[in-house]
């Protein structure tokens, strides 16, 4: 990955000196820089764990003294083994009390806390620090109810919850290189979304920015699949098919999942996004007659059953050759008996495998008629 933060690192390292390390103290972006993480990062650990510098000049500009930059140093060393910020940041704060670093007096002593181990059958921790205990559910240090997922989703939830920017555009990159866009997506975007999901309905507003900050950087994964993988070649001529949110849907995560996963094959898309008013989506599927229509709606109050009846009746072309999209309601809102006669997809892999078939027609070119 090509950001400077993380080139910054790989040269220096934890504790190189810097050029703009003076007496005065190091700046927040020369520290990001330095351990590799987003300054964005640093000022969220001061504001809720105090772990922020000594020293501010004019009262407002941060600048970390030796002190300062050792506690996060350990709050970096404890999160990438694992450990869950809130108990990193305790840790930190009292091994630098003990060993005398001056830990600021605007925060309290930190009682002792328990360690996630690295590993299963790690070595204990030395005598001087907190016993190790295994770690809670969700897996090591996410602090998410991950349950029993992938590896890459715990490593992609601590990277949300520490708010690291480049580290999440490095794990979900290298996910879909890996193991290609719909294990990626199935496998380790959806169930780490999940657990955020589920962790902010429990805790108010409390995820909400860590939800926010990974669902923008999985659609700029998604779309930017076309650099990351193969793509067969296009079907060229062909309809393409139309990816829409129903009116007052807001959730467009899985069209976008959706629309990368069929350029991979070479399926034409035209995506509108998120909450297409119905005059709009008509409009567009008169004017180029797709193959297919994607309704995408994630809960039954934005799902229209006569909604999706209208498009499928749409119909377009010279008399007696007139053709009709096929409709595929997509997503939880929709119900299964309302929606008979329309085609089901029981997630990703299955939504492409049946519009993909649409076009298996001989040629390739044209999707079939039913």
Not at 92 to 98: K, P, T
Request: glycine share 10%.
């Amino acid at each position: 990955m090509n950001d400077q933060g993380i080139g910054a690192t790989a040269v220096a390292g934890p504790g190189a000196p810097f050029p703009d390390e003076t007496a005065a103290g190091m700046t927040t972006g020369a520290l990001a820089r330095r351990l590799g993480v987003s300054p964005t990062t640093l000022r969220s650990w001061d504001r809720r764990y105090g772990l922020g510098p000594a020293v501010r000049m004019d009262g407002r500009h941060r600048r970390w003294a030796p002190q300062d930059i050792a506690m996060v140093e350990e709050m970096c060393r404890l999160t990438a083994a694992g450990t869950p910020p809130a108990e990193a940041a305790r840790v930190a704060r009292l091994r630098s009390a003990a060993t005398g670093s001056g830990a600021r007096a605007a925060v309290p002593p930190p009682e002792p806390v328990a360690v996630a181990p690295l590993a299963p059958g790690a070595a204990p921790a030395p005598a001087a620090s907190p016993p190790a205990a295994p770690a809670g559910p969700g897996g090591a240090g996410s602090g998410l109810p991950l349950g029993d997922v992938r590896q890459e989703c715990r490593g992609l939830a601590r990277a949300a919850v520490r708010l690291d920017a480049p580290e999440l555009e490095q794990r979900l990159t290298q996910s879909v290189r890996q193991h290609g866009l719909l294990v990626a997506w199935e496998e380790v975007m959806v169930p780490t979304l999940r657990a955020v999901g589920r962790k902010w309905e429990s805790s108010g507003d409390r995820y909400v920015e860590v939800e926010h900050l990974l669902s923008w950087h999985i659609s700029t994964t998604l779309r930017s699949a076309p650099l990351l993988l193969p793509r067969a070649e296009p079907l060229t001529g062909a309809p393409p098919v139309v990816l829409a949110c129903t009116p007052g849907e807001q959730h467009s995560l899985a069209l976008e999942a959706l629309t990368a996963a069929l350029g991979e094959c070479g399926v034409p898309t035209r995506t509108l996004g998120a909450a297409v008013p119905a005059e709009a989506l008509l409009a567009c599927v008169r004017r180029i007659g797709p193959a297919a229509v994607v309704l995408w709606s994630q809960t039954r109050s934005t799902a229209s059953m006569p909604l999706a009846r209208h498009v499928a009746g749409l119909e377009w072309g010279a008399a007696g050759a007139r053709r009709r999209p096929v409709v595929l309601p997509a997503g939880p809102g929709w119900d299964r008996r309302a929606s008979a006669g329309f085609p089901r997809c029981t997630g990703l892999r299955d939504a492409v495998q049946t519009l993909r078939r649409l076009y298996d027609d001989g040629d390739g070119r044209r999707p079939r008629a039913d």
